[in-house]
């Protein structure tokens, strides 16, 4: 067993995998990485399981020390992370030696990071899975939904594999985010549907795990009241305010809001990367095809 000591954390790192399923109507949430696809690269650079366990860093303020040789792996967000002096860019599987320590210091593109360990980090799954979710104090190292914090330790036993590279993706660019439309989109105005789909959003600084707010012209929803129901993940919620809330791992598992619709798996990973204050828009798509687009991307994964 290899470990790495916490040396610097903060509320927002957080020990992670694909989430917890089949327990909603126990009123449990899902959890999970916000950005799945750059979990997944990260998994993918050390041969793992897709869905092992990963820390997620999202915005920096994370450093470990290696308390033995490690074989490491970093995708998504470039944290600006650095080996004890050497920066380190993400995308890459890369060795950390005994005593070198891993830092990441403030977001330079994107706002959350993946770090794997071979095997996925170790932690004893809460319900089937170790998504940590703080809410429900669910999940984590100790399987009470702690945050990662200064003085704890990371272990892991796998032994690694060849060192890998893939092309990180740019996450710089204005993001588009596919819709696909929900139950309650034709009650709606005409005009609120124009708006909805053809003006950019800000992302509000009022954002964590369960959702993300936007910002722009208010929408109006001018169907009847209705009854709470069950909340999928990437929901767009739209309360009394017109500006909507996109409902992300950590939401609520009913609601009874009027919904847009709800993203698509590869966008919500998208708006993941995303700080507060910038730009997005709304691209309606139907559901076959955002069916294929997301198993082209996952054939990736078994054609490399």
Known sequence: ?????????????????????GVRHLGVTQG???????????NWLLDNALDAPVVEITLGGFTV????????????ADLGAYVDERAISPGRSFILQKGQRLRFTQPFNG?????????????????????????????GVDGFGKALAEGGRLAYSGTGGAMKVLANPDVQSAASLDVIIGAQIGQ?????????????????????????RLLGTPLQYQGPSLI?????????????????????????????????GALTP?????????????????APVVQEAAHRQHIKFLQQFADR
């Open 1 to 21: 067993m290899s470990r790495l000591i916490i040396e610097a954390s903060t509320p927002l790192c957080l020990l992670q995998d694909a989430g917890r399923f």
């Open 32 to 42: 999970g990485a916000l950005d799945w696809v750059s979990m997944s690269w990260a």
């Open 65 to 76: 020390q290696a308390e033995d040789y490690c074989l490491m792996a970093l995708a998504g």
């Open 111 to 139: 706002a959350r990071a993946y770090l794997a360990a071979p095997g996925g980090f170790d932690a004893q799954a809460v319900l089937g899975s170790c998504a940590t979710v703080v809410r429900e104090a669910l999940g």
């Open 188 to 212: 709606f105005s005409g005009q609120s549907l124009f708006d909805a789909f053809n003006t950019e959003w800000a992302l509000d600084s009022r954002a964590d795990r369960m959702g993300m």
């Open 228 to 260: 709470s129901e069950g909340i999928p993940l990437g929901a767009i919620q739209v309360p009394p305010d017109g500006q909507p809330i996109v409902l992300l791992n950590d939401r609520q598992t009913i609601g009874g809001y009027p919904r847009l």
């Open 266 to 282: 590869l966008s919500l990973a998208r708006l993941a990367q995303c700080l507060p204050g910038e730009k997005v828009r709304l």
